[in-house]
């Protein structure tokens, strides 16, 4: 059978950055089935004293998440956070305005916290400047990180936390510049608000990190324009500049779905150069990162999401946003990483979005029946596991074709990360030609006596194929498809797989 031909020279002097480890962060929010019947369920058979899922916990250590972003995405703008701590018993029922939901308060903000800090990760804490403002930021701040003998500070001790949650990351809103948000605002509304907020609370807490918003989409008219403007107000006082992005395969076209971690590249590179743009014109010697803070693939369930907001609304924890994922959204998700860790120098923060049921790696069965892993679980389980140390400059020569909307797709993606203490090299690679295998040529030279620790594959025969419950249809597996010699490594990649090659010492 004939092959397409793919070289690769990785080298360990050609260093992109060190990865956060933050880049593998997700995202819960208030919103469907995430929190109740997902992370919390009192009468699930492993629920803790606390009513957390074990079994839910156990998946979620697994994939080794660092950090959690909370409560919002849109539920943030009208989250009223004196609403969730408290006795349990006066705590009220309300209105969620963004998903025409009842948010009954059962989990709240110190409850999250701790169940965040069990799971082994921190928590970004986003701020409603949606519906509220700066004095609310402010509360909330000193509520969770002032160490006592203040109103909010001796309010949590009051409820039972002594401590301080010494939450270190906090978002600045969330889609401000989406007409869909409650509290919307123009560029130069929100802008002056996010500065007049980081300038208030970094008096409160000078060692926290402040995300300010960046745009909801490539996509969105006013992109660039917003970063340029916000950035202006917002750039001496902030540390990140949020983005967010999700895909759908709509049409169907495979081909096309799959070169969509380009749109991504795009636009992760456009606000580079937006950041620099304002470090040039306010002649700053700092560099804005980036917080990736929603990326994943989202577009199943859209339809059915549709018909509960208009015709069923004010459910509490409805059924909303449960994709159920296919293969080939496993491919584009691990090509979604793959673009970030290419930018690891200044992608420094992502949250895949989100993290139970809500579109999502995890699921669980309505009703306290049993948690399962999609297909997108084991990309994003392998980017984090082997995806810690520096990221490595691929440089390959690969085939490239046209899609309906993209030119010079390249075949073959990947990206090495070097983990010099463990004396490992991990490269994650996809085959995104659908009709292709291909035959890679890795020179590794420059690691002198590295063997093949394993190559571990994901595909599957059916593009469409999902898992279930009780069926791992799309599951990884151990292949002999890589192998060295000299320092060269030939690796056969199947045409539409995500691939993982380790090697070492």
Known sequence: MAYSKVKMVVDKEFRIAEIDERIYGSFIEHLGRAVYDGIYSPEHETADEHGFRGDVKDLIRELNVPIIRYPGGNFV?????????????????????????????KVGLNEFTKWTRDVGSDVMMAVNLGTRGI??????????NHKGNTKYSDLRISHGYKEPHNIKTWCLGNEMDGPWQLGHKTMEEYGRLAEETARAMKLIDPTIELVSCGSSSLTMPTFPDWEAVTLQHTYDHVDYVSMHQYYGNQKGDTEDFLACSDDMDEFIRTVIATCDYVKAKKRSKK???????EWNVWYHSNAADNDITENHPWQIAPPMLEDIYTFEDALLVGLMLITMLKHADRVKMACLAQLVNVIAPIMTEAGGGAAWKQTIFYPFMHASKYGRGTALLPVISTPKFDTATHANVTAVEAVPVYNEEKGEVTIFAVNRSIKEDAEMTIDMRSFEGYQVLEHTVLECDDLQAVNGPFNQKVAPKETSQSVIDGGIVTSKL???SWNVIRLGK
Do not use: T
Request: glycine share 2%; hydrophobic share 35%; with cysteine.
């Open 77 to 105: 703008s009208s989250f009223n956070w004196e609403d969730s701590v408290g006795p349990l018993n006066e705590r009220p029922r309300r209105l969620e305005l963004a998903w025409k939901s009842i948010e009954e308060n």
């Open 135 to 144: 004095a609310d930021a402010c509360n909330i701040l000193e509520y969770c």
């Open 287 to 293: 560099e804005i990162k980036i917080s990736f803070d």
């Open 494 to 496: 199947n045409k539409a």
